[in-house]
């Protein structure tokens, strides 16, 4: 059997004995209240929005994103904000890292080069999730990017080019969410000088 092959059965296998986390979703929509609100820097953060990620149809989490009042796509990284992921599936520290690097080095392997001491870091604040475990990602205008598990700070690491390409894996051009990925922008006030699609810097 082929290395690729191998790989996708150990996957399906690990996707089929894990326990996954009960439904909470109305047709597409993720049962989150519209104006949860995460603090940074003492502004409000509101749902922009919210779209679930899945791996060979397997709910694997869903993932929201918070900003702002009035911030558009292309200014999205100049104002403070959160990505906020709820795992339906368990998840080991390695997959994390094994998951950013393949798909950073797909993206820009020049890019990936520069960034791997600031990923080096971010790999350190890493831990397992369990079913229902909750990863906040917080950003700031200044470069800073804040990891919290389940509200609990597990660090920061502060590098604008960083912050962008890591945020990218889910907002980027070259997201995991493919064209879904643009449901999370669905309450952002729209540009209307610029194609929308995109935040600035992460495409």
């Known amino acids: 059997m082929k290395p690729k092959t191998l790989l996708c059965s150990a996957l399906l296998m690990l996707f089929l004995s894990t326990p996954v986390a009960a439904e909470k979703t109305v047709g597409n929509s993720v049962a989150l209240h519209p104006e949860l609100a995460h603090s940074l820097n003492g502004e409000r953060l509101y749902l922009s929005g919210h779209v679930r990620y899945r791996y060979w149809g397997f709910a694997v989490y869903d993932v929201a994103l918070y900003t702002a009042r009035g911030v558009t796509p292309h200014t999205l990284y100049d104002h403070p904000g959160a990505l906020v992921l709820h795992y339906k599936r368990a998840l080991a520290k390695e997959d994390f890292s094994r998951a950013a690097e393949a798909i950073?080095?797909?993206?820009?392997?020049?890019?990936?080069?520069?960034?791997?001491?600031?990923?080096?870091?971010?790999?350190?604040?890493?831990?397992?999730?369990?079913?229902?475990?909750?990863?906040a990602m917080f950003f700031a205008p200044d470069g800073t990017l804040a990891l919290t598990l389940n509200g609990t700070l597990k660090g920061t690491v502060r590098n604008e080019e960083f912050k962008?390409?890591?945020?990218?894996?889910?907002?980027?051009?070259?997201?995991?969410?493919?064209?879904?990925?643009?449901?999370?922008?669905?309450?952002?006030?729209?540009?209307?000088?610029?194609?929308?699609?995109?935040?600035?810097?992460?495409?």
């Not at 890591?166 to 729209?190: C, K, N, P, T």
């Open 164 to 203: 962008r390409a890591y945020l990218g894996i889910w907002l980027g051009d070259y997201s995991v969410l493919g064209s879904e990925r643009l449901r999370l922008f669905a309450h952002l006030r729209q540009s209307t000088h610029n194609d929308p699609s995109f935040p600035q810097g992460a495409s």
């Open 104 to 135: 950073l080095t797909s993206h820009d392997t020049e890019l990936f080069s520069r960034l791997q001491p600031t990923l080096a870091q971010w790999d350190r604040l890493l831990a397992p999730v369990q079913v229902g475990d909750q990863y």
